[in-house]
């Protein structure tokens, strides 16, 4: 009975001990403490069988805040178990994020279409299609991109570049002895403070690195800056506490975008924008070109998801318009952060798009009145199962920096260097000209402006075709395929890198479709030239028939012809034939004017009223019809 008592004793106090394990843990939670959360999380249900739904949450999210994937996975994978495919939407996709930063991108995909088929939205599973299959497509690395860790990162926090001149400002938690050393609780770092650094020119590095202006540095979070044209202007995002608390449960901290004014190497005047409040975020800013639009993220109630891009427009007077979300295209379910605009192309990061796993890098086109293409992924290296974020590219369109927190990185999150080869995808299709037929096996032939063929692709099997080709080039394409004309497109591409340039058909006639036999001749097929009674000038119902000789000539570059003209009976035989020689000689030299080679036309000859077709010889009456019939050229053709 006493040890009965014993056992009992030590039971209850175990029961008790572990209570207080998870209440310990949920407050750690709620203080966004999340690093020491996740570890008595993981210390509780290790030593229980137990697996309540609230804690079995709690325990994945502290991980997947803090972006440890594989043990958020764990505890994610626990809840789907219990919960089967009644768990809830949040949560479904947390473990489709989770198991895409494991790559497994299979059972990720299963649970994806049944996360979409909740959604009950078409352009939702389309989406989700189309961005697939073209991650599919992109199948292995793209040697396009060149990566390079930079040598500043530090074993912290590093990232959110901008452009500043020749300089880069950027973001990171690395110790300092200027500004307070406070530690963040959530990722137990130091706070986020600005820095300034000189770009090397050959590699991208980054060297004297100091802390960006004075009067900017607040106790806690300065990150992510934007600048103004003029370097006159920045936005920057900074953290806003209320009792030095942070009360959001989905782990997202009360963030301003703030704008000041550098006068004389200080920043003055900084102001918070109207859109601000404190009771949501908003940060992450970057501006267009012109300096006319602000872009933002914020979790303003009335998103898509966790984080929705935004933007407004930004007024003379410095006022502006209401926040406008970017739309369902843009934003998904997830988080969508750090965009960037350039040259009419949003780039940003997302973790709701289909990706290789957390948040993943996007490009999409403005295509007017900032509706958007679709998003597309912009494949690895850019891109991991990791968080990769933070994009910028300079105007030349060939180098930038990106931000990753990637397996083999220096430090939490790493700020990278690129280099890029700009390419754009040229597509189209190659059709009979006649029947509207797909021609499979046709040749696409690209040539450069010096006419040196840079490449040469196949149409499959539904006369489709697509080319890789370099930015900001102008290309001659040719189609062409055994036994039928060539067609012949000059084509420019754009500096969008990996932009499609949709709908470069070709039509192309079948040579059997272009000629006829008469005996044992081969002749263009054409209806009749006709020349006006008694002259020889070509005019234009003469020259719309020509044209047609000229498109089949240009159609066969090797093929030659030899031209016969003939006339009606009016006249003396000796004048139709002096008649017809002439009508020979107007039509060679149409052609040739519309750029036929003299050589491919290897004869000219007038038989006048020799071979009349129909009954009108001299001395029979006919109408002018009857008469116009024999007025005609032949085009032979010469093997």
């Not at 572990?18 to 993981?42: C, G, P, S, T």
């Not at 012109?290 to 007024?315: A, E, H, I, R």
């Not at 290296?381 to 397996?407: C, L």
């Not at 004309?485 to 000059?490: E, L, N």
Request: proline content about 2%.
């Amino acid at each position: 009975m006493k040890n009965y008592y014993i056992v009992s004793i030590f039971l209850i106090l175990g029961i008790s001990l572990q209570a207080q394990r998870v209440k310990h843990a949920d407050q750690l939670f709620e203080e966004m403490n999340y690093i020491e959360a996740a570890k008595v999380y993981d210390d509780y249900l290790e030593k229980t069988d137990k697996r309540e739904i609230e804690t079995l949450k709690n325990a994945g999210d502290a991980h997947y805040f803090i972006s440890k994937i594989p043990q958020a996975l764990k505890w994610y994978a626990q809840l789907y178990k219990i919960q089967g495919e009644a768990m809830e939407n949040e949560y479904l996709f947390k473990y489709i994020q989770t198991l895409r930063g494991v790559q497994d991108y299979e059972k990720a995909d299963a649970l994806a279409e049944i996360y979409l088929k909740r959604q009950k939205n078409p352009m939702l599973i389309n989406r989700f299609k189309e961005q697939r299959k073209e991650l599919r497509d992109l199948k292995e690395e793209s040697s396009d991109y060149v990566l390079y860790n930079l040598s500043i990162n530090s074993e912290n926090s590093d990232f959110g570049a901008a452009f500043y001149g020749d300089q880069l400002v950027y973001s990171s938690s690395k110790k300092n002895n200027e500004t307070s050393n406070k530690i963040y609780v959530w990722n137990q770092q130091p706070y986020l403070d600005l820095y300034i650094a000189d770009r090397t020119e050959n590699n991208g590095e980054l060297i004297n690195e100091q802390l960006f202006m004075e009067g900017l540095a607040s106790r806690y979070h300065d990150a992510t800056i934007a600048f103004s044209n003029a370097l006159d202007t920045i936005y920057y995002t900074t953290n806003m506490s209320k009792n030095n608390k942070w009360s959001n449960k989905n782990g997202v901290n009360n963030f301003h975008v703030m704008r000041g004014h550098i006068v004389e190497g200080e920043v003055k005047g900084i102001e918070d924008l109207i859109f601000n409040s404190n009771e949501y975020s908003v940060g992450h800013p970057a501006l267009s070109a012109d300096g006319k639009y602000l872009f933002f993220v914020s979790d303003m109630p009335g998103g898509f998801g966790d984080t929705d891009l935004y933007m407004v427009q930004l007024n003379p007077d410095g006022s502006t318009t209401l926040p406008k979300n970017l739309g369902a295209q843009i934003n998904t379910e997830g988080r969508e952060m750090f965009p960037y605009y350039q040259n009419d192309v949003l780039y940003f990061s997302s973790d709701g798009h289909y990706g290789l796993g957390g948040l993943d890098i996007f490009q999409a086109k403005n295509l007017g009145d900032f509706r958007f293409s679709v998003p597309q992924n912009l494949g690895k290296p850019v891109n991991s199962s990791k968080d990769d974020f933070s994009y910028i590219i300079a105007k030349n369109q060939e180098e930038g920096y990106m931000s990753s927190n990637r397996s083999m990185g220096k430090g939490d999150d790493d700020i990278y260097y690129f280099t890029r080869s700009c390419y754009q995808l040229m597509a189209g299709k190659v059709l009979d000209s006649l029947t509207k037929k797909p021609l499979a096996n046709a040749s696409v032939i690209i040539k450069n402006q010096f006419d040196t063929k840079i490449k040469t692709v196949m149409t499959d099997s539904k006369g489709i075709y697509l080319a890789q080709v370099p930015c900001n080039n102008t290309f001659l394409v040719t189609g062409t395929k055994n036994n039928y004309s060539i067609a012949v497109k000059s084509i420019t591409t754009g500096n969008v890198h990996r932009d499609t340039l949709d709908g470069v058909n070709f039509l192309l006639s079948s040579y059997n479709d272009l000629v006829e036999i008469d005996g044992d001749e081969e002749k263009i097929k054409i209806d009749p030239i006709f020349f006006e009674f008694n002259e020889y000038d070509i005019r234009p119902r003469a020259a719309k028939q020509l044209d047609h000789i000229v498109y089949v000539l240009e159609s066969f570059p090797e093929m030659k012809i030899k031209i016969e003209s003939h006339t009606d009976s009016r006249g003396s035989d000796t004048y139709n034939l002096l008649l017809s020689q002439n009508r020979a000689k107007s039509t060679k030299n149409y052609l040739i004017s519309r750029g036929i080679a003299e050589n491919r036309i290897v004869s000219i000859k007038g038989y006048g009223e020799i071979e009349i077709l129909n009954r009108c010889v001299n001395g029979v009456e006919c109408n002018d019809e009857e008469h116009e019939e024999n007025r005609r050229s032949n085009f032979i053709i010469v093997k």
